[in-house]
T-cell receptor
């Protein structure tokens, strides 16, 4: 069985602060994929990143960075110098490989960035 | 650039009524999914389809039925709506499945069952 835990439910920061969103996962598969999706106030979910289990290299994209640590089963997301436009619900998700693969989502973290 | 379109966007039903949510995608995607989003629960998979004419149960399929008669459309039906089905429903599609390709989501359909 797969499980994704996002222990933080709501985070509030002031603009320009750095913020880290935690994600811990459970799976019995040796090959799997991890994802982050963003849901802005408009409601539509937007894909941010996909990472496979064999690639533990950290990734940076502008102000966003992701830290994948297999040893702790974590895939954390950091926003540097947060902006008001970063206010959204962020979901971490997990998928196994295969033709019928599907995403298992965490419960989401609501991030509020205040001006 | 329509992407994934859901209709209707909002609907209010009375307990016991039936309705169908339509999801249409114009990206020639093979895989389509229906999720529901409830406060504090994240997104939970209801049903999915890996190709035209196929459907499969997800995590919370009870009370829902689906059909994928055409590749571009994925219908979600509620035969006898219950208040527990009050939720925001999201349709998503992808070409190769979530492992290889990202999921594209619709804007959501907010359903209230009184």
């Amino acid at each position: 069985a797969q499980k994704v835990t996002q222990a933080q439910t709501e985070i509030s920061v002031v603009e320009k602060e750095d913020v880290t969103l935690d994600c811990v996962y459970e799976t019995r598969d040796t090959t799997y994929y991890l994802f982050w999706y963003k849901q802005p106030p408009s409601g539509e979910l937007v894909f941010l990143i996909r990472r496979n289990s064999f690639d533990e290299q950290n990734e940076i994209s502008g102000r966003y960075s992701w830290n994948f640590q297999k040893s702790t089963s974590s895939f954390n997301f950091t926003i540097t110098a947060s902006q008001v436009v970063d206010s959204a619900v962020y979901f971490c998700a997990l998928s196994y490989t295969g033709a019928n693969s599907k995403l298992t989502f965490g419960k989401g973290i609501t991030l509020s960035v205040r001006p | 650039n329509a992407g994934v379109t859901q209709t209707p966007k909002f609907r209010v039903l009375k307990t016991g009524q039936s309705m169908t949510l339509l999801c249409a995608q114009d990206m020639n995607h093979e895989y389509m999914y229906w999720y529901r989003q409830d406060p504090g629960m994240g997104l939970r998979l209801i049903h999915y389809s890996v190709g035209e004419g196929t459907t499969a149960k997800g995590e919370v399929p009870d009370g829902y039925n689906v059909s994928r008669l055409k590749k571009q459309n994925f219908l979600l039906g509620l035969e006898s709506a219950a208040p527990s089905q009050t939720s925001v429903y999201f349709c998503a599609s992808s070409y190769f499945g979530p492992v290889v390709g990202e999921l594209f989501f619709g804007e959501g359909s907010r359903l209230t069952v009184l």
